[in-house]
């Protein structure tokens, strides 16, 4: 699982309760795994299709940092699946799992649109003009 943001929790991000409020975490989760998306199908238009069970582990308070956690589980013709899970930076006690969020590659007219990707691919490896490349 690989670990790509970190947030801090403040006040405008609690419940009633004084802990992290389950609806901005999920808010986070969901922007998180749509860019994670994003870039590895190279596309855009990619949207989010379906988010399975979730299950929140612990909670948060405020000034923890937690950091969100995605991971490819697979590639279908339109879609990517994700697993997610968020975890406490300083302790690594998880917070919620999330086991599939799909997200689909559309076309311009907003239909599913295939996107021939069969593994995770490093931004290095597609942007970046390699030295022998010269």
Known sequence: MNY????WIKPEDLNPNHSLFGGRLLQWIDE???LYAIIQLENSRTVTKYISEINFVS?????????????AVEFGKTSLTLRCEVRNKMTHQKIITIDKLVFVALGEDGNPKPHGKTKIEYVEDRLYVK???L
């Open 32 to 34: 998180e795994a749509a």
């Open 131 to 133: 030295k022998n490349d």
């Open 59 to 71: 909670s948060a308070k405020q000034g923890d940092i937690i950091e969100i956690g995605i991971e």
């Open 4 to 7: 790509h943001t970190r947030k």
